[in-house]
């Protein structure tokens, strides 16, 4: 070992003393500084018994948490309009009233409420301004071969859940006492911009929504609505009783068996507690008011899905997932289907 003075060190002041041992390792002689213990012990190897211990810790580390199950949504009837939105929809409608005399029958036919994107916040008020009616025109009391109305029945008055006398077709679908109940129906809900001359209801839409029958196939033109996204969702057929359902055979026929006094609604045996308990929770409906309704009866259920069917088809309806819902598996029947509703007809956050 040879030792030697090294100048170079201005910080430690005196000349330090250097040992060059046979390693090559520079040692500096000066005042010991105060060792850091934590630095030490943390820089320091881990027992061997501890390496063992975290290394069958990492290896018998239990796996993720299953997702937690979809929550049970409250079924709740959407918000009546509020004081403020009631004197803005009365704002508009008298600013359109005050329009209507200044247009001809062509610039009326055009005008910009009847297209989108106006249509799309068209209220009630505002269409009824011109088409009030469509509401004010009642069933005529004897038809033209002489049959009177009150001697005969429609077919929606042999329903369990119709009463009264016959009326028309938007009569009931917004006037009546069953429909205010369960359906929260504007004008735009059907009527979403019509082309006057091909009556398009896609008109002046973009290219994604130029589709009907669920975006499958091309819309037809020649109708002033799209069944397939409005009438489709009430009135199609329901889903195979047998094979989708698990019912041992069409609703009508084996609804006398697994009813009783007790048990007015088979319907929800299943769908009570068990299966899609997360539904009807959009704007045109009021779930709250259905689900009471429907412990009274099954047609408040079947009346929507396959008692007043005019299509052989049924809509495809999202599948909301629900808190008993099997998260690990998707039926054949159910590929593709959407997880929510329309974002057209979600309910606000909060309602």
């Not at 059907?190 to 499958?216: I, L, W």
Request: contains cysteine; proline residues 10%.
């Amino acid at each position: 070992m040879r030792f030697g003075t090294f100048a170079g060190l201005g910080g430690i002041g005196a000349t330090a003393l250097v040992a060059l041992t046979a390693l090559g390792t520079l040692v500096i002689a000066g005042p010991a500084p105060t060792p850091n213990l934590a630095a030490l012990k943390a820089a320091a190897p881990a027992p061997a018994a501890t390496i063992i211990a975290d290394a069958a810790a990492a290896a018998t580390t239990a796996p993720a948490a299953a997702p937690p199950a979809p929550a049970q949504i409250p079924y709740t009837d959407p918000p009546p309009p509020s004081a403020a939105q009631q004197a803005a929809e009365a704002a508009k409608v008298e600013a359109l009233k005050k329009i209507i005399p200044t247009l001809d029958y062509q610039r009326a036919r055009y005008y910009p409420l009847h297209f989108k994107p106006a249509i799309d916040t068209a209220s009630n008020g505002e269409c009824l301004a011109c088409h009030a009616e469509i509401l004010g025109k009642n069933v005529r009391e004897t038809s033209p071969a002489g049959v009177k109305a009150q001697a005969s029945l429609a077919w929606y008055q042999t329903l369990a859940t119709y009463d009264g006398a016959q009326m028309t077709f938007h009569q009931r679908h917004m006037v009546s006492d069953y429909a205010k109940a369960v359906m929260n129906l504007n004008c735009t809900f059907c009527h979403q911009s019509v082309d006057p001359r091909e009556k398009n209801p896609g008109f002046t839409v973009t290219d994604a929504d130029m589709t009907s029958n669920n975006g499958k196939e091309p819309f037809t033109l020649r109708k002033t609505v799209n069944p397939s996204e409005t009438c489709l969702r009430c009135h199609g057929a329901m889903p195979d009783p047998v094979n989708i359902m698990g019912l041992p055979g069409p609703f009508p026929e084996v609804r006398k068996d697994l009813e009783s006094a007790d048990t007015p609604n088979a319907c929800l045996a299943c769908h009570q507690d068990a299966v899609r308990t997360n539904r009807h929770n959009v704007t045109y409906l009021n779930a709250a008011t259905i689900e009471d309704l429907a412990k009274e009866g099954s047609d408040v259920c079947y009346g929507c899905h396959g008692g007043r069917a005019w299509y052989r088809i049924s809509y495809p309806y999202p599948r909301h997932p629900w808190p008993a819902m099997d998260m690990t598996t998707t039926p054949d029947w159910a590929k593709g289907r959407s997880a929510s509703s329309d974002p057209r007809y979600q309910r606000p956050a909060g309602q």
